[in-house]
C-alpha cells in the first residue's frame, strides 16, 4: 500500500469512528428524554393507586447526573408498600440502573418522610417505615441512581468506534516497525556485486534472486532479464518492442502473451513492498514505477 493510500486509509478510518460516536452521543440524547418519561409514569402510577386519575403528574426535573425528582399538581395520599412496588417495577421493565435512592419529600418543610435504598443484587435493600399509609399531602419524589447513571446504553456505536481507533493504532504500529525493519535491514545488508537496490528490494541480476527482509526470491532468466531492464531505467517507459527483443530475441520466435505472463509474474514477486509496481501505459509501453516517499 502507497503511504498517501495508507494515510487516506486512517482518514476515513477516522471519520467514521467520528460519526459513530456522533451517532452514540445523539442516541444518549434520546434515551436521557426517554428516561424522562419512564420516571414520570412511576407518578403516574402513584396517583391512580391513590384514587386520583385527573391530576397532573408535572415534568420531571433532572436535578443531578443521576438524580431526578418527580412533582405533582395536587395533593395525594400515598402507600409506601405499593410506592417500593412500582419503582421496582418501572425500574426492572426499562433496563434502569438497579442501584438507587428514593426519598419522598414534605413539599412544604423539605423533610423526608419516607425513603429507601435498593441494591441490584438484592442483599442491601434498606425499606424502612413500610406498611404506613402517608396522609394527604403536597409530596415530591426524589430518586437517585448510583454513578453509572440510570440508563443502559446501546454500547455498539461506542464499540464500533474503539474498535476503528485501535485499528488505526494497530496499522500504524504496524507500518512503522515494519518500515523502521526493512530500513534497517536495507543499510546493514550489502548489496550483492552487481546488484541493485529497487526500492526495498536487493536485485542481484547475476545470480537471478530479489532479497526481501533477508528473505530471497527466486528469478528465472526471463524475469531478470525484463527486471534488469526496469531497474536500470527506473520510472522511465521501456517500449514494448524493446522488452521483447532483449528477451526473447534468443528464442527466434517471439509471443506477444509471453510478455504479459512474465510482467504478471514479476508484479508477484514485487507486491510486498507498497512503494514499487510495474505499471502499463497504454499503447507505449510498461514502467517500474518506484515511490521514494
Known amino acids: 500500500m502507497r503511504l498517501k493510500y495508507f494515510f487516506g486509509l486512517i482518514v476515513v478510518l477516522l471519520a467514521v469512528s467520528a460519526c459513530l460516536m456522533n451517532r452514540g452521543d445523539s442516541n444518549k440524547e434520546f434515551e436521557l428524554a426517554k428516561e424522562e418519561i419512564v420516571i414520570r409514569k412511576i407518578g403516574h402510577e402513584i396517583l ?11 415534568p420531571v426535573k433532572r436535578i443531578a447526573k443521576n438524580e431526578y425528582l418527580i412533582q405533582f399538581e395536587n395533593e395525594f395520599i400515598f402507600d409506601p408498600d ?8 418501572v425500574v426492572s421493565e426499562n433496563k434502569l440502573s438497579p442501584d438507587y435512592v428514593v426519598n419522598v419529600i414534605d413539599c412544604l418543610n423539605k423533610e423526608i418522610v419516607f425513603g429507601y435504598t435498593i441494591s441490584g443484587g438484592g442483599q442491601n435493600n434498606v425499606i424502612p417505615c413500610i406498611g404506613r399509609i ?24 461506542k464499540v464500533l468506534s ?19 525493519f526493512v530500513d534497517k535491514q536495507v543499510k546493514q545488508t550489502d548489496l550483492p556485486e552487481g546488484g541493485i537496490r529497487i526500492g526495498e528490494y536487493l536485485f542481484s541480476y547475476e545470480k537471478q534472486y530479489l532479497a526481501l527482509d533477508q528473505i530471497k526470491t527466486e528469478l528465472t532468466i526471463k524475469e531478470a532479464k525484463l ?5 536500470t531505467s527506473p520510472n522511465q517507459i521501456i517500449d514494448r518492442n524493446r522488452l521483447q527483443k532483449e528477451v526473447w530475441e ?14 504478471s509474474k514479476l508484479r508477484k514477486k514485487l507486491e510486498f513492498d507498497p512503494a514499487v509496481r510495474i505499471v502499463n501505459i497504454h499503447g507505449k509501453g510498461y514502467k517500474l514505477e518506484i515511490n521514494s516517499n
Open 48 to 58: 391512580l393507586h391513590s384514587g386520583d386519575s385527573t391530576s397532573r403528574v408535572l
Open 82 to 89: 405499593f410506592l417500593v412496588q412500582i419503582v421496582q417495577k
Open 134 to 157: 402517608q396522609k394527604k399531602k403536597c409530596y415530591l419524589i426524589s430518586l437517585k441512581f448510583r454513578d453509572q447513571g440510570i440508563i443502559i446504553f446501546k454500547t455498539e456505536s
Open 162 to 180: 474503539v474498535m476503528l481507533v485501535l485499528t488505526i493504532l494497530v496499522l500504524c504500529i504496524r507500518y512503522y516497525r515494519r518500515k523502521i
Open 227 to 231: 527486471l534488469h531492464i526496469f531497474a
Open 250 to 263: 534468443d528464442d527466434g520466435v517471439i509471443v506477444g502473451r509471453s510478455l504479459d505472463m512474465f510482467i
